[in-house]
Each structure stands twice: as C-alpha cells, then as structure tokens.
C-alpha cells in the first residue's frame, strides 16, 4: 500500500481527497458523488486547486524538509522493525528502558529525569511532562 502524504490542505480540499482515495463501492453512489460534486461546485463557484494531481515533490516536500532534521526516538525502529511482534522489539532493545525504570529507580527519579529532560506535552501549550507527573 502506498503512502499519499498532502502538506497545506485546506478544510475545503478534505472531502475531494477523502472521496479520491474512498470511492463507494456502489455505483449509482460513485454517480450521485459526483452530481452533488458539481451541483456544489455550481452552487459556490468555487473550483478546487486539486491537490491529488500536483507533483509527489510539491506535494510532500514541505513535509520531508521539516522530517529530516528530526532524529526518531520514540519511533527510531520505524520503517524496519514489525510493529506487533514483541520479540523482534525485545530482539532490538525494546523495554530496556522501561525495565531500567521499574526496578533501579524511585518515581522521584523518574520523575525528576523527565524534568531534566526537557519533554514537553504535545498539546497547543507544550507543557513540561515532569511536572505533569
């Protein structure tokens, strides 16, 4: 299965990228998609700048150029590891930290070393995880 990946969409743009990747089964629903696709398209005039067409590197540039100065950590096995099989994990270091965690330090140590660590939540405010816990 391939990957479309789409940078800048605008709110507008979701229903035609969803309808292009998600066709109905059905025909008579493909048609009726269609015909209310147009009548919408009549009723706004408003045409779309259709973002599934524009060139893989227009399309995904922005997001590879803010990916690449990114170091995985979290996620430093994707792309090689199989995502459900434990033992492959445990094979490549899986769990070390967290067995490190649960039988050599306190929860105030813990603590504190996410606190030093900087990590911060991902929500809008960024707050600092340790002092979350």
Not at 17 to 31: D, G, M, Q, S, T
Not at 37 to 52: A, L
Not at 53 to 59: C, L, Q, V, Y
Not at 83 to 106: I, W
């Amino acid at each position: 299965m391939a990957i479309t990946r789409y940078s800048n969409v605008k709110a507008a743009e979701i229903k035609k990228i969803l309808h292009h990747h998600f066709k109905p089964a059905w025909y008579v629903n493909r048609l009726k998609n269609n015909l209310l696709n147009q009548i919408d398209m009549f009723h706004t005039d408003v045409t779309w700048d259709n973002v599934i067409w524009k060139p893989e590197e227009e399309r995904t540039g922005v997001i590879d150029s803010f990916l690449a100065g990114q170091k995985h950590i979290s996620t430093e096995g994707y792309g090689f590891l199989t995502p459900l099989h434990m033992e492959e994990y445990r094979a490549n270091g899986g769990f070390e930290g967290l067995s490190k965690v649960l039988h050599t330090q306190l929860p105030a140590q813990v603590i504190d070393t996410i606190l030093r660590s900087g990590i911060r939540g991902r929500g809008g405010g960024g707050f600092p995880t340790g002092k979350k816990w």
